[in-house]
């Protein structure tokens, strides 16, 4: 049976993940510095060690990447104590300066159109927590040009586990022999596919998206 859908990874393959995420980092740095009297560098470390403390505890969870654990932990630091407003508004302080800096990669939009109109379901497995995938595309203008969508948080681990997938392919109505896995990340996206037996392309650049448009455009024919 012939290759009849894509599985995206979402952060790093379609958008480039690390401007996004430091222009969060300094926004929200600079944000809880104004609001404490503090200076950045004293935020910034403490933002820091809230981080990996929560990656520690939360290890290979969805809410290991929450910032407003990231945020809660930073603040208790600095504080002593925890403040629901600040933390709240810490939250969406990085997620509004993350959501505005967020660029699809160039050609991605055309090679996602060109998909769709071979008729191939479009899915996207990826680690995090739903509203913020889901927000994501959203900003990417990519709310409707998906069919399916399963995140970490709701399949309860993360890639390379290959919970993900195969709940994410119950969704597709598809085999693993019918769809390809697109992704930035060798140790989770191309290890997962190997072990649900899926072909893997590397989407890590903008310079990928061509060769990936290449590669399927040969499997459609």
């Not at 995206?8 to 480039?16: M, Q, S």
């Not at 407003?85 to 969406?92: K, P």
């Not at 769709?116 to 959203?138: E, H, N, P, Y």
């Not at 990340?185 to 596919?193: K, L």
């Amino acid at each position: 049976m012939p290759i009849n859908g894509v599985v995206f990874d979402l952060d790093n393959t379609l958008y480039a993940y690390a401007p996004c995420n430091r222009a969060g980092q300094v926004a929200v740095v600079k944000f809880l510095a104004l609001h404490l009297g503090l200076p950045a560098s004293q935020v910034r470390q403490a933002w820091e060690a809230s981080r990996q403390t929560v990656h520690k505890r939360l290890a290979k969870q969805a809410a290991s990447h929450a910032r407003l654990f990231y945020a809660q932990g930073a603040i208790e630091l600095l504080l002593g104590r925890t403040d629901i407003r600040l933390t709240l508004q810490a939250d969406e302080v990085f997620w509004s300066a993350y959501l505005r800096t967020m660029r699809l990669r160039p050609g991605m939009r055309a090679l996602l159109q060109q998909i769709k109109r071979w008729g191939w379901r479009l899915g996207i497995a990826s680690d995090l927590t739903t509203v913020w995938q889901m927000k994501k595309l959203q900003r990417l203008g990519l709310a409707k040009m998906f069919d399916d969508i399963v995140t970490s948080e709701e399949a309860g681990c993360e890639k390379p586990n290959p919970r993900m997938i195969r709940l994410l392919l119950r969704k597709m109505q598809r085999r693993s022999h019918q769809v390809v896995l697109i992704g930035d990340s060798h140790a989770r996206d191309r290890q997962v596919a190997v072990a649900c037996g899926i072909p893997f392309l590397q989407l890590a650049s903008n310079a990928d998206v061509s060769a990936v448009r290449r590669a399927l455009t040969a499997k459609q024919n």
